[in-house]
């Protein structure tokens, strides 16, 4: 701020390790991450760690879409505002750079309990690709609880807290 003190959203990116943190906080502060059920909002957070330039576009519908398309435009007002600030940042150029939305559709269903051969299926990222993404994933949602504990918002902490619990289960009965 402008007696160059740290704010929240500055401590919260801090927290963001996994993905793009700045666009991690922007969604987190927009509060997209509450106004959908979590298969979604993990499905969403996918966005901002699967890494591959090249992937069959996911078929979204409904609130998954309507909040994809809410992180898209918040991407671009960060990249403007980076634009604004000196940073040779194009801004429809750092929103591709930034969000991913290749393993969007798979991570939801994987999200819903669907088996991972199943979901193997409706892509074609390789099932390594798919892991990797899933385990960095697993990390981002420790990111979002972390952000949402020095928040002091205790519904989003639990929420994402409970979401890592079942991933992490999830992903121990994947490698057995």
Known sequence: ?????????????????????????????????????????????????????????????????????????????????????????????????????GLTEVVHEWAKGTKFGDICLITDVQEGSIVRTIVRLDEMCRDVRNAARIMGDSALYERWNQRRRRSSVILSSARL
């Open 1 to 101: 701020d402008q007696d160059r003190t740290v704010t929240l959203k500055g401590r919260v990116a801090c927290e963001m390790t996994t993905g793009d943190e700045l666009v991690g906080t922007e969604i987190i502060f927009a509060g997209v991450l509450t106004n959908i059920p979590p298969e979604e909002a993990v499905a969403l957070l996918a966005a901002l760690v699967f890494q591959e330039k090249n992937s069959s576009p996911p078929e979204l519908h409904g609130t998954l879409l309507e909040a994809c398309d809410h992180a898209k435009e918040l991407a671009f007002a960060a990249g403007e505002e980076q634009l604004r600030k000196g940073l040779p940042v194009a801004p429809d150029e750092f929103v591709t750079t930034t969000l991913r939305f």
